[in-house]
């Protein structure tokens, strides 16, 4: 196993650019931390290169390996006290073909890192098929979001598309704080479905309102403006599995 | 109204202290910001001091008010962009009578500030009497704790208990990831509950396992550990509530 001692190897520069959203579509990389994290993208196929302060089981050889100290390690990662490893891994492709993507979420314009990933953790948790972004999301591979997946984010496909494909083939269930919606336990259950949340501060935006089949509202006292939205699309979703 | 310009002023300086929870147990007092949090502790009462960067209307003759400039602002809040008014305000006491806590949930040693006040705004959006915290949770008048309550702080009565004290008054429902406990959709309906929740990386505490009634879990995927503690939190409330 190489090893690496100066924060100024060319390795761990192109690792240290993929912190930025431009590099990370450009490269079609990202950078992450901890070994649950490196066994479940490993498992995926998807592990490019590993910096490791510890010695690693054998992987397989066309993955790089990289002995580093814990100064580079920190360098690299984004947490307080990494556990001793960082990896750059491949941007996550779908893995279903069309016709397989029954239960989604569909995320308008999430901005908070730690609630985009809380949404995706519960609907890998609830066996969702997929977690569909709408352009202006925070990205996808922000260290905060992927973070807060706690490695859920190699269980379930999570990608960018237009609500509008889904709506011949799927029901379109908008949540909103509207009291005039249909509250969920009035809801029935649903096959094929994609399940819209809006922004924090906004909600769901006029274009997807007029694509929805159902409004759905979860009732909660009056004197509260909203849930938290990750919160109502844990409730959701738990619902409409 | 009075004009403080300088971050030297014992007022400013005696507002700042209040970042510390020593200070906090000390004076009886906690630090907040925003016109929506300040207009929901003026109802409450329980203002003591306002510094604002704009006019304000009228308020009680026994608050202070002070004329302040957007950088002693920024010092005294914690959001990045304060909205231009922090306040002083009495630590909140509990509002209700012994027997009038029927629907309870009890935190285990909650380390996030983010849960925590994640978890009092579901509280208070499902009309629950009260959050009650164990020993062991992050402070409640830490700042991230109350910019997450998004005001709710002010509708539920949120303090500190031993579990012990319910069990024979209440139902004491416990929740586990322990997939031979009750799956929630088995769960009846009770009047008089504390629903238990722990802490995020350890689960129940065993002295509080041996005081439940009833054990319940939400059935997840076998992949995924577990829930986000604010998520699961969340999807229980609403099912007691």
Same mark, same amino acid.
């Given at each position: 196993?190489?090893?690496?001692?100066?924060?100024?190897?060319?390795?761990?520069?192109?690792?240290?650019?993929?912190?930025?959203?431009?590099?990370?579509?450009?490269?079609?990389?990202?950078?992450?931390?901890?070994?649950?994290?490196?066994?479940?993208?490993?498992?995926?196929?998807?592990?490019?290169?590993?910096?490791?302060?510890?010695?690693?089981?054998?992987? *397989?050889?066309?993955?790089?390996?990289?002995? /580093?100290?814990?100064?580079?390690? #920190?360098? &690299? @990662? +984004?947490? =307080?006290?990494?556990?001793?490893?960082?990896?750059?891994?491949?941007?996550?492709?779908?893995?279903?073909?069309?016709?397989?993507?029954?239960?989604?979420?569909?995320?308008?314009?999430?901005?908070?890192?730690?609630?985009?990933?809380?949404?995706?953790?519960?609907?890998?948790?609830?066996?969702?098929? *997929?977690?569909?972004?709408?352009?202006?999301? /925070?990205?996808?591979?922000?260290? #905060?979001? &992927? @973070? +807060?997946? =706690?490695?859920?984010?190699?269980?379930?496909?999570?990608?960018?598309?237009?609500?509008?494909?889904?709506?011949?083939?799927?029901?379109?269930?908008?949540?909103?704080?509207?009291?005039?919606?249909?509250?969920?336990?009035?809801?029935?259950?649903?096959?094929?479905?994609?399940?819209?949340?809006?922004?924090?501060?906004?909600?769901?935006?006029?274009?997807?309102?007029?694509?929805?089949?159902?409004?759905?509202?979860?009732?909660?006292?009056?004197?509260?403006?909203?849930?938290?939205?990750?919160?109502?699309?844990?409730?959701?979703?738990?619902?409409?599995?």
């Amino acid at each position: 196993m190489l090893e690496i001692i100066s924060k100024n190897n060319n390795k761990i520069k192109e690792a240290y650019a993929l912190k930025m959203k431009k590099t990370r579509l450009e490269k079609g990389l990202f950078l992450m931390e901890g070994f649950k994290n490196l066994e479940m993208a490993l498992a995926h196929g998807v592990v490019k290169t590993i910096f490791t302060s510890v010695p690693l089981s054998k992987v *397989a050889e066309d993955i790089e390996v990289y002995k /580093v100290n814990m100064d580079l390690i #920190k360098k &690299l @990662a +984004s947490s =307080k006290n990494p556990e001793g490893v960082v990896f750059v891994s491949e941007i996550l492709k779908p893995r279903k073909k069309k016709n397989e993507y029954h239960k989604n979420i569909y995320l308008d314009r999430i901005n908070d890192p730690g609630n985009l990933g809380t949404i995706i953790r519960s609907a890998a948790a609830f066996n969702y098929d *997929a977690v569909i972004l709408a352009k202006g999301s /925070v990205d996808l591979y922000n260290e #905060k979001v &992927l @973070a +807060s997946t =706690k490695g859920s984010i190699f269980l379930i496909d999570v990608f960018y598309d237009d609500l509008a494909n889904y709506k011949k083939s799927h029901k379109i269930i908008v949540s909103t704080i509207d009291k005039n919606s249909s509250p969920l336990s009035h809801l029935p259950k649903y096959d094929n479905f994609v399940l819209v949340v809006g922004s924090e501060s906004h909600g769901v935006s006029e274009e997807y309102l007029h694509l929805a089949d159902i409004k759905v509202n979860i009732p909660i006292d009056a004197k509260i403006d909203s849930l938290n939205v990750a919160i109502a699309s844990g409730i959701l979703m738990y619902h409409l599995k």
